[in-house]
């Protein structure tokens, strides 16, 4: 299919008929930074905007091997044999850093990918950290708008693409295995705080023991973090993606909070808040981008570096001296 022969009327109405194609075809928009396709995302965005709270947005995060896309596999088809429309997005910040990506190179997720209700893409590649989450982010109202109720966006655990991706969904799921005692060494503090979830997988043949006692472990970390905001304490759970196990359990407790925060009203007030601060962000990155391809700046600023490096002039007294011939504020 052309996208130059395609309107974003066909497009928009392909995506509201869940033709799986043209969803395709907007991502790829979304995705793309030529002008004219961005206008063409624009728009299709734009009709794709919905007060739908109806559907849930997940976040998965884990270091590389811990599982996850073996997990999200099995995760994904149970939740299509409930009667779910599965979508999979992956935020792979390796993949704007390098050429390789440490979460696409392989082919993941076979099975989801042939099952008629779920979608997976894999990971936008991006310039930027801030990029691809606008992208993801674009993506997910498309994917929503096309009737996919349940959204499972991917990450692993390095960088700040966990934080990203924690601003963009409804529950957040740490994937962790059982090590030799020293779980808690290694994780940084702010992913367990995000957590609304901490799942220990592989726990199968010799390691359920060890996997029960990390159980306990992260179960007594947690409960020296304050209460969050939203009233939910988080849990933790094990489990065997690879056998299959646990992931009713797991639905069971991502189904519970999903209800507590509905009837709460954060479920509706968090995702307001993310849009708000959506368009705050989106704000700050082309304020910086703009400022920085300005004509005044590209001139002036390397000269006004050198001044403040060899001290012939104060740094705020370089950056006023700027911003006044920019006429900011
Ligand atoms: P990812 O890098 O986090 O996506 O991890 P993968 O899903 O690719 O899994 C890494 C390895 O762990 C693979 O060899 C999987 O077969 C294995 N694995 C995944 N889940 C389980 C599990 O529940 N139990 C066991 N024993 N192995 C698992």
Partial sequence: MNLANLTTAKIIKGILENDVALVSKAITLIESTNTAHRIMANEIIQACISKNYETLRIGITGVPGVGKSTFIEQFGNHLTEKGKKVAVLTVDPSSSRTKGSILGDKTRMTELAKNPNAYIRPSASGTSLGGVARKTRESIMVLEAAGYNTIIIET????????????????????????????????????????????????DGNNIKNAE???????????????????????????????????????????????????????????????????????????LTAFHNH???????????????NGSISPFAAAEKLLKLLKIP
Avoid at 166 to 177: A, N
Avoid at 229 to 253: D, F, H, M, P, R
Wanted: glycine share 6%.
């Fill in 156 to 203: 692993i655990g390095v960088g700040q693409s966990e934080t990203a991706v924690h601003s963009m969904v409804d529950f957040f799921l740490l994937l962790k295995i059982a090590g030799a005692g020293d779980e808690l060494q290694g994780i940084k503090r702010g992913i367990m705080e995000m957590a609304d979830l901490i799942v220990i997988n592989k726990a």
């Fill in 213 to 287: 006692l990390s159980k306990i472990e992260f179960t007594r970390a947690l409960h020296m973090f304050p209460p969050k905001e939203n009233g939910w304490s988080a849990e933790v759970l094990t489990c065997s993606a690879l056998e299959n196990k646990g992931l009713k359990e797991i639905w069971q407790v991502i189904s519970t909070y999903c209800s507590l925060m509905k009837e709460n009203g954060f479920f509706v007030k968090n995702r307001q808040n993310q849009n708000e601060q959506w368009l705050l962000q989106y704000l700050e990155q082309e304020l």
């Fill in 295 to 309: 004509e005044i700046t590209k001139d002036l600023l390397p000269k006004l570096k050198e001044e403040v490096i």
